[in-house]
């Protein structure tokens, strides 16, 4: 049996011009910035003009923690929020941008799949509307404007040993994770140590995504702490008088990007943080101006519930006063095959005993939902090689944790594989209301809100920290930062912090390598076990199939 990849499902896509699809959510054309025909930004006077309007219904779409088996997270938000249209609902989808950096390494491309797509796919995940350029670019020029601070006199006092703010760019390039700069004599300022994350683990991607006008994002772009002087006292980005030029690289990309699905269906794609080394959900602003625009609102956030929706729920919804209203929770068969023990070229056999095995993981990500109060209901997202009998084994054991697990078809079929799917979660939001809260108070003291995470939702039995980290993190609550949340970063591939290590382990501790003051985003980044910010290519990247054919069409992308 053939079936036609991602990309050339999209290039049939009957695309409307995109101000037909603002139409829908009642977007005036003088208020979009196309860029072409099929995609534009939302003005911010647009989006202020709706502060008064009443929300809609909050669905986040979370997963098990991935393998190489695939689960298809954005595939499921763009399924649902396409389904719930189907059956009368007016519902819009929120994602996540595309980095260069996993398009070109393992992922090739981030924009669903299947009839269950974002279009225009090549655009979205090659440069897009440019966003991710403004923010290495505002990024980058911080950097330069505090290493020339530094060279014309260093009037700030900064200590050059204690530079705290790395540069970025939007490509895997281990090469650059560890760097010494300003080589080349006097002329060139003073070598120190230094080096690269990528451009998703920048502070000013996550503060992008957090701010709520160019006011907001100005003023966090000035607590970007850069360096400290001898004294240990921090030197900010306003310091270094970079703000306001800053802020004006990145004033358009602060405005949403407009797309639409395969089905027409309006979807808003802005900001791109990695929940495994930053907060893994799109902008507040795109949320918050769908919320008002549409009745259901489906959103993502990145790689397992331990990661992805824990930031979601503890970072994104307690900054912006965001009260979700039901979570899926995406597995596959083929996952839960993988986690119990089978070989990836082994999967297309049936394997019941091996579903049952790998379901605890699924279980794990149940019942930390259910610790923020949220109703949960699993999405299994099919594959052809799924078997009746391992369905209903996993159907079984997700009824047997108090939920339901409902089969979704949406790759094959699009909104009609969700209907059963969008009329579940509208059953549950309207018969179960959220009780959202935060895993942990603000006020909790910071090594805590570690542990907390660490015990709740990895099952951890202990956190392993030095004493140089426990000291920098009272130093940081003595100077007022104690009442932020925690960004945890480590492996997506596993509660612990070993990545092949699958299932739902328990016994383990959590090494913490080191932690990073994000002042400006608003919270505390702590690097766990071996997870790097920024990433290497694989032994053989997505990049050496990507090239445009004899028609002059792209291939590669999937």
Known sequence: MSFKTDIEIAREAKKLPIQEVGAKLGIPSADLLPFGHDKAKVSESFIKSLAKKEDGRLILVTAINPTPAGEGKTTTTVGLGDGLNRIGKKAAICIREASLGPCFGMKGGAAGGGYAQVVPMEDMNLHFTGDFHAITSAHNLLAAMLDNHIYWGNELDIDIRRVAFRRVLDMNDRALREIVCNLGGVANGFPREAGFDITVASEVMAILCLATDLADLERRLGDIIVAYRRDRSPVFCRDIKADGAMTVLLQQAMQPNLV????????????????????????VVATTTALKLADYVVTEAGFGADLGAE??????????????????????????????????????????????????????HI?????????????????????????????????????????????????????????KIVALIEGSPSQYAPLYPSEMPLFEKIETIAKRIYRADEVIADAKIRDQLKQWEAQGYGDLPVCMAKTQYSFTTDPNRRGAPTGHSLPIREVRLSAGAGFVVVICGDVMTMPGLPRVPSAETIRINENGLIDGLF
């Open 260 to 283: 639409q699905t395969l089905e027409n269906n309006p979807a808003f794609v802005h900001g791109g943080p990695f929940a495994n080394i930053a907060h893994g959900c799109n902008s």
């Open 311 to 364: 930031k979601f729920l503890n970072i994104k919804c307690r900054k912006a006063g965001l009260r979700p209203d039901a979570v899926v929770i995406v597995a596959t068969v083929r996952a839960m095959k993988m986690n119990g023990g089978v070989a990836k070229a082994d999967l297309g056999q049936e394997n019941v005993d091996a579903v049952k095995k790998g379901c605890p993981n699924l279980g794990r």
């Open 367 to 423: 019942e930390n939902i259910k610790q923020f109060g949220v109703p949960a209901v699993v999405a299994i997202n099919h594959f052809v090689t799924d078997t009746d009998a391992e369905v209903e084994a996993l159907k079984d054991f997700v009824a047997a944790q108090g939920s339901e697990a409902i089969l979704s078809t949406h790759w094959a079929n699009g909104s009609e594989g969700t209907t059963e799917l969008a009329n």
